[in-house]
């Protein structure tokens, strides 16, 4: 991986409190990003973790698996030309952040919960 693609990791690491890493094997990428779970709430924030799963030979295939924790689910997207992990690392910031979005705002309200 390319050295100005671990700075782009790390300032939005810093910029948004969105933990991310890339892992770069022969046949396939993956990078988890742990999304804050909701606003601030102190010095200790939960974070909830997301996968994304593509390689060189996908076409631009990505699998989106939002709760690798706890589910098997998986969601199919197409991102377009992606060639190395570096391609697939600055593709994934728009959707990892856009992610991160629709979580804060799920947070605000309550839903069936609150009944």
Known sequence: MEEKTLELMKKFEQDHEVYVSA?????????????????????????K???????PNQDGNVLVIPDPDNSEAYLAESWGTMETID?????AI????????AAD????????SCS
Do not use: M
């Open 87 to 91: 391609d697939f690392v600055k593709k």
């Open 105 to 112: 705002q799920k947070e605000g309200t309550c839903g069936a």
């Open 23 to 47: 892992t770069d094997k022969l046949t396939y990428w993956i990078i988890h990003a742990r999304i804050p779970k909701g606003g601030a709430q102190g010095v200790h924030n939960l974070h």
């Open 94 to 101: 728009p959707h990892i952040l856009a992610d991160k979005e």
């Open 49 to 55: 973790g997301r996968q994304y799963v593509s390689g």
